[in-house]
């Protein structure tokens, strides 16, 4: 059976290997540069199944149109699912996600960004290339013995805790599901809060967690903290942060995802005015280095997404609806059905 599948939100790095995968799998894509919303649902008429990503904003609205439509499954080429409603994909269209493409891709680029702010290496690197060699202003800090609190004790977060242990950090961490035996000092979040001189984010955002970092949180750290946010933009209230930057509680941070980033990450901006004025003030900061959610590209990445997600889609389409990497509503465990995926979700 040819499953056709309208790709959303396509850039040219997802091409190569979703087509390769795609081909030995009897699957054609219709890739689509445009966002998933309301105003492009229509696109998706003639098709099995859409692949979205993290910017694409699968409403109720959306889902509706896509249940009238015909489409049976809704493939998110990512990890989170925050920009499902998968209460009303429920009974109607199935959602699958590729829940660890490289974990270590996204741990990886967190070191990187604190690396360059901690080191001034971006401060450095503009500055020589104007043959200016002066070392003023370009004062770090070590990182041995420094103290950081990992949110989120996932795959990520524990694949960044063993980096920062390499460079001889001490590391606490928040999870609400602690990982058992994996010798990790778990502590409350306000004690987290309170010790770390850096704090990094490796959790999902959900409503529990949205906006965990704000201006009470804030209060609470250590005068010169350093935050580093490669998860999700809506964890940080950017009000908040900017707030506290000026106020210099914090040190430094180290963003690769903003809340309202939706209509300007992925896109080149630099021949027009920008209109966040939030996220204009946040980059114009000394101490801020933002990247636009590249955590996640490498090429080992942007393989094992594409192998996943065709993978999930042959596995729906041929074997009775079932998939490993099925969301379910119902179950109220989304990531882990407690039927064990002897059947799909509805």
Do not use: W
């Amino acid at each position: 059976m040819m499953v056709k599948v309208a790709f959303y939100d396509t850039k040219e790095y997802d091409k190569p290997s979703f087509e390769r995968y795609g081909k030995s799998h009897d699957m054609q894509f219709r890739f689509l540069e445009t966002k998933l919303n309301e105003d492009t649902v229509e696109l998706a008429k003639g098709c099995e199944a859409v692949c979205v990503f993290v910017n694409d904003a699968v409403s109720a609205a959306v889902i509706e149109k896509l249940y009238e439509y015909g489409v049976k499954l809704i493939a998110l080429r990512s990890a989170g699912y925050n920009n499902v409603d998968l209460q009303a994909a429920f009974g109607k269209v199935h959602v699958v996600h590729v829940p660890a493409y490289s974990p270590y891709a996204v741990a990886e680029h967190a070191i990187a960004l604190l690396l360059t702010s901690v080191r001034r290496i971006h401060k450095a690197y503009n500055r020589t290339r104007e043959f200016n060699f002066s070392l003023n202003g370009l004062t770090g800090f070590d990182f041995h013995g420094k103290t950081v609190g990992v949110i989120g004790t996932g795959k990520i977060g524990r694949i960044f805790i063993d980096i920062c242990r390499g460079f001889g950090m001490k590391v606490i961490a928040y999870d609400r599901y602690p990982a058992q035996d994996s010798g990790i000092e778990y502590v409350s979040l306000d004690e987290l809060f309170e010790k770390s001189d850096i704090i990094s984010l490796h959790c999902p955002l959900t409503d529990e967690t949205r906006h965990m970092i704000g201006a009470d949180a804030i209060g609470k750290m250590k005068k010169g903290v350093v935050i580093v946010n490669t998860s999700r933009g809506g964890l940080i209230d950017a009000e908040a942060l900017l707030d506290g930057i000026k106020a210099r509680k914090i040190g430094a941070a180290c963003l690769d995802v903003y809340e309202e980033e939706a209509d300007v990450f992925f896109e080149d901006r630099s021949g027009h005015i920008l209109n966040d004025d939030l996220l204009s003030r946040l980059i114009s900061m000394p101490n801020v280095i933002v990247t636009s959610h590249q955590a996640f590209l490498t090429e080992e990445a942007l393989n094992n997404i594409a192998e996943t997600t065709v993978n999930n889609i042959t596995s729906y389409f041929t074997n009775d609806g079932i998939c490993d990497n099925e969301l379910c509503y119902r179950c109220g465990n989304i990531e882990r059905c407690k039927k064990e995926r002897k059947e799909k979700c509805f």
